[in-house]
């Protein structure tokens, strides 16, 4: 049995202005699993995060969600996991995913950043590629049809159309949760990617 997930990590920048944004997806869903655990997030400036603390099956779990912003991610999730003494292997990074359209999320372990400046620097922080992801589709603005540069497309917030589906794509992902802390990772799997036919 793989080792279950002890620390969340959702991905986003601090402030009001990026609140709403695409690249912030993970944050929102880091809100949600917090409601879920029953946890409310507080500053915890020595973590450079805000952190939940909440409780599955009898362990200990923490959400957090980095004050740095997106490309210093790495700053919070080194410090948590260290101080933690937890292995990649129990960490789950929340983020957004160019690469697949609205509505679809996928869970994977280990694999590159694909240029995501949050998860480059969390691998960097860890010396290892070897934690969780929760991809949140936000789509690429080429697919969409949309002159936007990615850069600008990410800071953006979605349009209706798409945040329907971003947040169908987030409940599916809550739902998950139990499995995940309980380190059933085949069963998150196939409950995840079998509603991916949007």
Do not use: C
């Amino acid at each position: 049995m793989k080792p279950a997930i002890r620390l969340i990590i959702g991905l986003g920048n601090p402030g009001p202005e990026y609140e709403t944004t695409r690249h912030n997806a993970g944050f929102w869903l880091a809100d949600h699993m917090a409601d879920d655990l029953h946890a409310s997030f507080s500053l915890e400036k020595n973590f450079a995060a805000w952190v939940a603390k909440g409780r599955a099956e009898g362990e200990a779990v923490m959400l957090a969600k980095p004050t740095t912003f997106m490309n210093r991610s790495g700053q919070a999730a080194g410090a948590l996991m260290r101080f933690y003494k937890l292995t990649p292997a129990q960490v789950l990074v929340l983020h957004d995913e160019l690469d697949l359209p609205p509505g679809q999320v996928k869970l994977k372990q280990g694999g590159g950043h694909a240029g995501h400046n949050g998860l480059r620097d969390i691998q960097s922080a860890f010396s290892s590629p070897d934690f969780w992801r929760l991809r949140i589709g936000i789509g690429h603005p080429r697919a969409l049809g949309l002159a936007q540069q990615v850069a600008a497309f990410v800071l953006n917030p979605p349009r209706r159309e798409e945040l329907g589906l971003i947040e169908q794509a987030i409940e599916r992902s809550r739902a998950v949760l139990p499995a995940l802390l309980r380190g059933d990772y085949e069963q998150a799997m196939q409950q995840l990617h079998g509603g991916n036919s949007a």
